[in-house]
């Protein structure tokens, strides 16, 4: 009888250890590798917002303590690589970043012709100081804002989460391919419900959201490279607010080189929220991915 009991014990000890313990890999299981990782980041964020408490330093913050969190559970937890998150930087991710760019550039002003061309949106005005250094300095620091927040959001949704969520997967019956699957569309959905909240937040501006999560993890996982990915988030922020004075999921900016008013149904146009957030912004991600296979299928042929 003492030695069942003895038995039963010894079960459940290695049971409870398999539970967060996985050790074949030995290392931590994914699903608590990402909630240390979250809570940290939590954490030194609240940290850095009591000393720090503008919108700019905050963000700016974020893209400090995120990637440096990744960086220091991949020693002490993952047992990886940096690199493997996809921030390795040298010219090829620097090429790619400059393409990203490129392309979402590209797409927001045809997004934003095709809304002039429907009747669905007017420029109102241009500014007429942007030759004024106080009003470069500005656009400049919206332009670092938008930085921080792609190279944030891309190392944690993108880079991190996928890679966890995809090798939290890898049990008997899944295929490799379709933990992937799986990793894109579960990241995507965490990327749409952080961005539900949002002032103007529809239905249909969080599912476009989370296909454009989807649609930021393709290169990713194409090219094991970040860069393309922060470069379309990038410039598809910055020109959407920044340079063409539209609404960037819900937000508006306080500097912007036009002012374009929204006419159109909401439906079409995404209204208050932006162009995110209707059609149009369906639309504008359907492009975005064109673009990125094109260019995928150039550079990365193997």
Known sequence: M??????????????????????????????????????????LTIVWALFFQ??????????????????????????RQFEQFGLHINREWIRDFIAGNLIAA??????????????????SAFTGTWYQPKFVLALSQSFILMLAVSLWEEAYFRGYL???IKEGFHIGFISNKSTIYIAVVLSSILFGIAHSGNPNASLFAVVNIILAGIVLAYPYI???????????????????????????????????????????????????????GGAIGLFGLLMLAAACHLYLAWFYKK
Request: no cysteine; hydrophobic share 50%; glycine share 8%.
């Open 2 to 43: 003492r030695s069942l009991f003895n038995a039963r014990n010894q079960f459940v000890n290695i049971s409870m250890i398999n539970i967060f313990y996985n050790t074949n890999e030995d290392r931590m299981r994914s699903l608590w590798r990402i909630i240390i990782t979250t809570i940290l980041i939590i954490s």
């Open 54 to 79: 503008t919108r700019f330093m905050i963000t700016v913050g974020l893209a400090v303590i995120v990637p440096s969190v990744m960086w220091l559970v991949s020693q002490l937890i993952e047992k």
């Open 106 to 123: 590209a797409v927001m002003s045809i997004m934003l012709i095709t809304l002039l061309f429907l009747g669905f949106a007017e420029v």
């Open 162 to 164: 996928i890679t966890n």
């Open 222 to 276: 194409k090219s094991k490279s970040l860069g393309i990915s922060v470069g379309m988030h990038l410039s598809w922020n910055y020109f959407q607010g920044n340079i063409f004075g539209m609404p960037v999921s819900g937000l508006r900016m306080n500097e912007t080189l036009a002012e374009t008013l929204i006419t159109g149904p909401d439906l079409i146009t995404g209204g208050q929220f932006g162009p995110e």
